[in-house]
């Protein structure tokens, strides 16, 4: 087990990833390391792999290993690197884990098992469970609307006793939620806590957040960045202007389409329409038709104009 | 039908009265008047009797009427009044909204129909019809914890085009939608965005909000206010002092005892330590019992030193 | 209070009527005592009104307690009359109860009270301060999809201690819950459990329900009373044909347009075009479009022929 | 791809078997043997392995595939194996199902993916994708409860046009539902549909359904196959006996305990105590605590009795 640290070092934009893929088994190898550089170059504070945005639950084991190591190499210590190992095995968690730290990874993030719905003092047992066997500091990752449970305050505050559990990362999008945790946890600074949806990163930063697990920032990190440090520095008037921009970004790339899947259809369909990588999407999700392709580009083109 | 104002008079503080009560039939007409006075001395913008904290759902239809003749008697035009007309039955909202007219009310609010299950079409088609037949105008109220719907951003942007209807409070908590919603309606700044819980309201105000539909403003209505007043003036330091009385107020008040209730019995308790009315209950709600109630003095008690 | 009697007298077919309307403040009077007449003349043993089939949240008070009378009226002790008091606030269920008393019904149909969502034990808080305020005994209302609550096993074993509760009609469609609901309630077999969803009828009758609630009966009441008693007669071969007549009607008459509100359209629709009533539907429902009423005539031909 | 049978060979009980483990990583592979033994002498039609009963999702994949291994070793060929292959990853699906093929099972089971939230046109393409590479025949499994998703009865018809796709297992124990499917399916009697919940197996095999997938079976196995030739036979008065027995096994060895697990513990309780094997649960599922399994022994004890 690591020691947690007295000030955390996890703060700012960590993009959840994309999985660029050529197939369904294969990575897109180039494409990875393409958008590693770009988002590194961009300026983010670290990378997160294998969350929601990665389709982590679609890819197989061995791909899932693959990407941890491909990654955690190409990255070579740039930045640290976040490894997602959601799971509802608790086995599979931990060779994940495994994997992660042998290849140089700074951290886990777990969501709650995903398949029984578990009470209040089960998450706590498992977590609790999870986190004794894990080789690397773990995040808990709020995701209620994919996990069927929300990971109540007074659990979050339970968990931080952990040596271990070292923050969250919230993707409810419920800001009367997360800040009902950061008032919980005020007395734990170095408890980091994240924020998933960046429709609401730059309110939660401003009042104590420590950052974004932002989507966008596979695109677009100089924004996140940037909109971040605005935020950070309690300038009003630039969080204002760059948060407009996420919100054009949320509208025009993630709202096309049908079902709950547009959000990273719109986003991968965009990674490769910026020439970054393959827009290839795991089984059971697919990529855009043409007709919402094209909407998608030229949503896109409008936005660049803005940004650059 | 109204003709909608160039800009909206509906900015600040708005407080959701509770509803004083003696017994299941009958107001606490001298707690009424004690509760609006101390609001208004506060300093809010404006009063919102007859929503969720009012219990409105929960009182028989002479009462409603009642309650709304003797508010804006006792108001008597110091600030504009808002009433609830949220019903499954348009008839009777529209009887509501009658009596609102006649007592000299300033405009409505309705949640969605909160029995049958409606899609986003038939939700636009309830809205206009009713749209059509109120006197006053209307505040759309998004709510879905209580009424199974969400007013969807679109939904919301189709019925901002109806003269009647001028603005929308929102209590989802969830800030990814009301910050999707702002940035759908940005061409239309007359349309007034207001938040439920007050856990959210500075970091909407300070990304464009219109201001707070919040409980607590019931008890401490100037901390409200300033807090209001920092956000409009991107006074952050100031903000951020506020807010932390708020979360604590949150933490303190709202969430003793088990249910989805804790928020409304704990409100009302308090306000019955505070001395200001009655804290009866109308069924299917009912007070704390001592031991919760005990707690409750004793955290309250803690509040006020930090806040006078 | 009434005493509670040893057998209870409700079994059978008691179809939930639709409330034929002129428009949205007017029945429609004629085609009430054309329904009633229809649906007795087909040997139902009893009538429901102001329930979900009955669009009762959508209707004006003043409108129900018209219903209650001209009802009552009508049937003339023929079969008995249970009336659904359904609210959210007591009071007004309390007020709707004494004019069902005063009209001669028989017994009351509450549901759980809809918009603020209550733990099991405030549940049984409520329906024990309820039966104790009516005039006439009262069966329990299971309807989850509407009002956010399942009556748990063991809550509806409590609430069958009031003297005043006598039985329980469940809607939810799930016969896992209704049988343990069966089990639990075994040594009082008074206490009469009836189902909602006439897709499931024959099936509870075979296993010791009590009955049908059935929207269907108000169309084809026969055919529902020969099921029944083809059900309670252990006749299987009767109960497979008469059960398949049922499945017909529910997949060629409830099942068209989009949305939940498909089969009380569908209900309505075909009523009109039986010749019995008016199809308008109170606000927030509206009836089917022109593409949609041909398509439902079409099937409603097709099911006639083999009624008949 | 298989042929599809012109007459289903799969009626009947076919229960799904809990997996016998030694500790979080081990097979107890002695009690897996006795319980397949004791579930075929008592007359099963076929064993289904790695369902919701099976704790699947909380296994390691090396643990499936052995535990396919070993079952259909075993079992050597005297009934037919199911295997049950829902994962969120299909290439992992797959490979359970090119090992179900290797070792002999018959068909493969699959719960739709239980991560992202899929529209009703993405789980046809689903399904189809999945079907389309699988070397055994599919039976769809509805499991709403786990998998935020109904298969809504249009896509069952949808999807029984697939050569590789021959029935449906419905765990949501909405039998308002599975008579629906039943309807939709009445011309191709070839497609089989079973259900999950034993306390409304009788019924809908009264009624047309193939059988019941029923986790009492794992324990008293010829009580199941009794209830079900009786239903089979239109036998009442059996049914309503045996029907009672199931009840009785429901409230006293499923409903103790809080959480939505107390099935899955009460019934692996009941395992250890009968002698036949281990009752270690999978992380995040926990076996009884001491007080729980006393009231599981004492319950268990007076049903026994019962059923001898």
Redo the contacts between chains.
């Keep these: 087990m690591t020691e947690k640290p007295e000030n955390s070092q996890y703060r700012g934009i960590i993009p959840p990833m994309i999985t660029p893929l050529k197939n ?2 294969e990575l897109d190898l180039q494409g990875l390391h393409k958008l590693i550089d770009h988002v590194i170059d961009g300026g983010v504070h670290g990378l997160f792999i294998l969350g ?1 945005t990665g389709e982590s ?5 061995a ?1 899932r290993h693959g990407l941890i190591k491909e990654t955690c190499k190409h990255v070579n210590g740039r930045v640290p690197v976040l490894v997602g190992v959601t799971d ?5 968690s931990i ?1 994940l884990a495994e994997t992660a730290r042998d290849a140089g990874a700074s951290a886990l993030v777990a969501a709650p ?7 209040q003092p ?2 706590i ?2 977590y609790n ?2 986190a004794d066997r894990l080789p690397l500091p773990l995040f808990l990752y709020n995701m209620p ?2 996990t ?1 449970i929300n990971i109540e305050p007074d659990t979050v505050k339970e968990l931080s006793k952990h040596d271990n559990i070292i923050g969250l990362k919230d993707s ?6 997360f ?2 945790v ?3 946890m ?1 007395e734990t600074p170095e408890f980091s806590l994240f924020v998933g ?1 960046e ?2 990163m ?3 930063v ?3 957040g420590a950052g974004g697990v932002n989507g966008g920032a596979n695109m677009f990190p100089k924004l996140y960045v940037d909109l971040y440090n605005a935020a950070i520095n ?1 300038d ?2 630039q ?2 202007k760059l ?2 921009l996420v ?2 970004i ?2 025009g790339i993630y709202s096309l389409g ?4 547009s959000y990273l259809k719109g986003l991968k369909g965009a990674l490769n329409l910026l020439g970054i990588c393959n827009d290839y999407m ?5 990529k855009f038709e043409k007709e919402e392709k094209d909407q998608l580009e030229s949503n896109l083109r409008e936005i660049q104009k803005k940004i650059h």
């Design positions: 369904e088994d929601t639950t679609s890819l197989s084991y791909l509802t095995a608790t086995a599979e060779r098992p995903y398949y029984f719905s578990l009470g089960e998450l047992e498992y469970y999870l609307s994919h069927k409810s999008g419920n800001t009367a939620y800040n009902k950061l008032f919980h005020k949806p429709e609401i730059a309110e939660t401003l009042l104590g309690g009003i008037e969080v204002k948060h407009a919100m054009e949320s509208a049908r079902f709950g899947s795991a089984s059971p999700l697919h």
